[in-house]
């Protein structure tokens, strides 16, 4: 995956200082490497019995929406608090300094359904449990996580134990 690892940009000191902000709008702009990216991602859950796909704002949209149109399924959207028109559940998770949480349409998931939660990004692994929160207020089995990309320097994989972990390109 070295030609698609290669397509992400490096900004650093964003959002804040010492931060090397990993740009994935630089392969999303390549049709032939969006194309790749969900065609491995499909190649890996076919046969799975996923039967929605969960995706969180704003990056992850349009990997969730389009891997939802190959596999022809749903996609439900998780934005943060007040974003969503419709009743909502609600799920609060940890940052640096603070929290912040997370909704999800009530009616996006029905009970038993197998979710398949797909994001660009995994680092700490709080955004992902906090929609593994969303996922079972709402009595869905989660499936299993879909990255782009992996910070395997950090403790994601390890904050998110016992789920299948697929990610495509990592650091």
């Not at 390549?30 to 065609?39: F, R, S, T």
């Not at 596999?71 to 940890?94: C, F, H």
């Not at 879909?146 to 299948?164: A, Q, T, V």
Request: glycine share 10%; net charge neutral; hydrophobic share 45%.
């Amino acid at each position: 995956m070295q030609d698609l690892k290669e397509l992400v940009r490096d900004v650093p000191d964003f959002p804040k200082k010492g931060i090397i902000f990993k740009d994935i709008t630089t392969l999303l702009k390549e049709g032939w490497a969006l194309k790749k990216v969900i065609d491995v991602f499909a190649e890996y859950y076919q046969g799975k019995g996923i039967d929605r796909i969960v995706s969180m704002e704003s990056r992850g949209f349009p990997l969730g929406a389009a891997l939802a149109y190959k596999m022809g399924i749903g996609i439900a959207l998780v934005r943060k608090a007040g974003k969503l028109p419709a009743e909502t559940v609600e799920a609060t998770y940890q940052l640096e300094y603070g929290s912040d949480s997370l909704e999800l349409h009530c009616d996006s998931i029905n009970p038993g359904m197998k979710v398949l939660i797909v994001d660009d990004l995994l680092a700490t692994g709080g955004t992902a449990k906090a929609v593994v929160d969303l996922v079972k207020k709402l009595n869905g089995e989660i499936a299993g996580f879909g990255f782009l990309i992996e910070l395997s320097f950090l403790p994601g994989r390890d904050n998110l134990k016992g789920y299948d972990i697929f990610s495509i390109i990592k650091y």
